[in-house]
């Protein structure tokens, strides 16, 4: 059994909703200006600075083909996905890959010694192997599979926070984590009697770097630091900071929910000594995700939870276990989850990942600029390493009622706290809108974007 080709490309897959074409035509645009006019003497953002793709080696409307959902239509106009942060979409061929599976080649894995389930487990090792290449990882038996970034996090806080914090030992996390990066550390903190300590942001949103070095001592055991900041875009310098904790004997996790999708990642380059990621913000379907971690800790780390799968032998007097890394996937994995992983990585290193992320850093830049045009708007963090998320608040407006209204134009963002609080707070704010872009956006989306929002703007106040 095989799963279909996953780099071929081809057409989507019929009787989706809406039926529309692509908004916005093929192809990049050559200079359009926004929809629905510009005031006078308003900075118009320079399309022509967005590479082309006989330049470039990528294209969006390459990506776009393959992504069914983008062909359907919201409240009666084409679908403009700018909430990529929360999840991505997903190409087609992940979709007959799942199809595929459950269709053909559905088994449990490991332990069968039948046809399908060998074939089932080769295809759960390949998405091992898959994603031990794609983190740079030296063996695929560096890597676990969990349900996402979140539960590799209480893993590791779990099995190795355990056994190796204690009472005075600190644990240091950047303000601008997510709340799944604060919150583990918080409950492993209070049972061992260890501390959580906040390394502070700059006015732009960067990571204070001297604040950090004056924070770390022989009482840091772990740093806990975002690769890239899912509310601030900020892409901190994680292979100088992972050098310097090394310096004091401490451990460094790299939050990768919001990296993998949009730069090139080498764990060994580095020197992480955990590294996570979620596959639904990576294409593929949710429920899935990575930890990597070095093999020397892997090695000594214990379950966390205990069943089938992890396990060697078991009787009332002693239990031993598996290695790793399935001493630490107990039950029943999520194979479909891992077929589907597979496919998307596929997908997604079919394309020439240094043009796709030169290409959102143009359409970043355009989008900054275009947002700038919005009488009100304020884009949260400038720090000079960012991806492509897009944090605002605009003025008069409660952010959910800007994504509401959005809506209405077939517009998606996200809107309220995105599960990091503090970066919010260190702005003074409780919430914020978010457009956040992946590789198959493109800027007349972000043109539809601004011209919504200046309609916005421009539409009479409720009295009162």
């Keep these: 059994m095989t799963i279909p080709d996953v780099t071929a490309r081809g057409p989507a897959l019929p009787g989706l909703p809406g039926g529309a074409g692509l908004p916005g ?37 390459s990506a776009r083909q393959d992504i069914p959902i983008l062909r359907r239509t919201v409240n009666g106009h084409p679908l403009v996905w700018l909430d990529n942060g929360a999840t991505t979409q997903k190409p087609r061929q992940v979709i007959e890959a799942l199809g595929a599976f459950y269709g053909a080649a559905n088994s449990n894995i490991h332990r069968g010694a039948h046809t399908m389930a060998r ?7 390949a998405g091992r192997a898959a994603v031990a290449g794609f983190l740079g990882a030296g063996s695929p038996d560096d890597i676990v599979f969990v349900r996402g970034t979140t539960e590799a996090i209480n893993l590791v806080a779990q099995s190795w926070g355990r056994a190796n914090l204690g009472p005075g030992d600190d644990i240091l996390v950047a303000v601008l984590e997510h709340h799944s990066d604060i919150v583990p550390w918080q409950l492993i ?9 906040p390394i502070p942001l700059t006015p732009q949103g960067a990571i204070d770097q001297d604040a950090y070095a004056d924070l770390l001592s022989s009482r840091t055991q ?5 690769h890239a900041s899912n509310v601030l875009g900020t892409v901190p310098p994680v292979k100088e900071m992972t050098a310097l904790a090394h310096r004091y004997g401490a451990k460094v996790l790299v939050d990768g929910a919001q990296a993998v999708a949009h730069f090139p990642v080498d764990v060994r380059d580095l020197d992480a000594d955990f590294y996570a990621f979620s596959g639904h913000k990576l294409f593929a379907p949710t429920g ?8 020397e800790i892997l090695e000594a780390m214990r379950p966390w939870q205990g069943g089938g799968n992890m396990i060697d032998t078991v009787d009332f007097a002693r239990t031993t276990f598996a290695p790793v890394p399935r001493l630490l996937e107990a039950g029943t994995g999520h194979i479909s989850g891992v077929v589907g992983l597979l496919a998307a990585l596929n997908w997604f290193t ?11 850093s143009a359409l970043m830049t355009y989008a900054q600029q275009a947002l700038a045009t919005v009488p009100g708007l304020e884009v949260l963090g400038s720090a000079p ?15 959910a009622g800007v994504a509401d209204w959005l809506d209405r134009d077939g517009i998606a963002i996200r809107a309220g706290h995105h599960c990091a609080q503090p970066a919010l707070a260190h702005y003074g704010l409780e919430s914020a809108a978010r457009a956040s872009l992946a590789l198959y956006n493109t800027s007349e989306e972000v043109d539809q974007l601004v011209a919504s929002l200046r309609r916005l703007q421009a539409a009479p106040k409720p009295a009162g």
């Design 25 to 61: 035509g093929a192809g990049l645009p050559g200079g359009a200006g926004l929809p629905g006019g510009t005031q006078a003497g308003a900075a118009t953002p320079d399309a022509g600075a967005l590479p082309q793709p006989q330049s470039s080696g990528f294209s969006p409307e």
């Design 119 to 125: 074939e089932a487990t080769e295809m759960y090792e």
């Design 189 to 197: 903190a209070k049972e061992t009697r260890a501390r959580v300590v």
């Design 222 to 226: 772990l740093v806990a630091v975002s």
């Design 288 to 295: 899935i995700g990575a930890l990597y971690a070095k093999p």
């Design 350 to 360: 079919s394309f020439d990942r240094d043009a796709v992320a030169a290409y959102e």
């Design 385 to 399: 390493e960012r991806i492509a998320v897009l944090t605002f608040t605009l003025a008069g407006h409660d952010p």
